[in-house]
């Protein structure tokens, strides 16, 4: 896997095949943050949006195995934290990606000038913790229902 900044024609690479878990996220995200009544695809558009904000921003990097996207990282410093967004197709949360995942989060904590990143999970899945964990983070706090992780300096 390599990593590049993100273009335009990554976004509809990685959205159209995102996986179930992240769409579900986002809609969680989107209905407890801003509209209770919020639909499948207003937390898609609103979710795409960000994403395609922050790639016109130079703030978000491609994942790409074998030349296709594969994965975004988008990031937006607030406070002296950066805090991150992730959009992937399901097959991102094998335990190789995982592993590239977590030397990607430390050089890109590097490259913003070792600031902790910060990372919400809207998902109540059993398993997030342990996947923030083998990335290096540690567990934050809860707000709402979202959990948050971060990542220290190094």
């Known amino acids: ?11 509809p690479r990685v959205f159209d095949v995102l996986a179930p878990r992240l769409s579900d996220e986002y809609l969680t995200a989107e209905r407890y943050q801003r509209y209770a009544q919020a639909t499948f ?18 703030r978000a990097d491609t994942l790409l195995q074998n030349d296709a996207p594969l994965a975004i990282v988008r990031w937006q410093i607030q406070h002296g934290e950066a805090h991150t967004g992730f959009a992937s197709p399901e097959i ?3 335990a190789r990606h995982v592993r590239f995942m977590a030397a990607y989060v430390r050089g890109l904590q590097k490259r913003l000038g070792n600031v902790p990143l910060v990372a919400s999970n809207w998902s109540g899945r059993a398993d997030v913790q342990r996947w923030f964990e ?21």
């Not at 896997?1 to 976004?11: K, N, P, Q, Y």
């Not at 695809?41 to 130079?58: L, V, Y």
């Not at 083998?134 to 190094?154: D, N, S, T, W």
């Open 1 to 11: 896997m390599i990593v590049r900044r993100s273009a335009m024609v990554d976004l």
């Open 41 to 58: 695809e207003d937390a898609f558009r609103k979710a795409k949006n960000g994403f395609r904000k922050a790639i016109r921003e130079n």
């Open 92 to 94: 991102f949360f094998a």
């Open 134 to 154: 083998v990335l290096g983070y540690e567990f934050a706090m809860e707000l709402g229902p979202a959990k948050v992780f971060l990542l220290r300096p190094l």
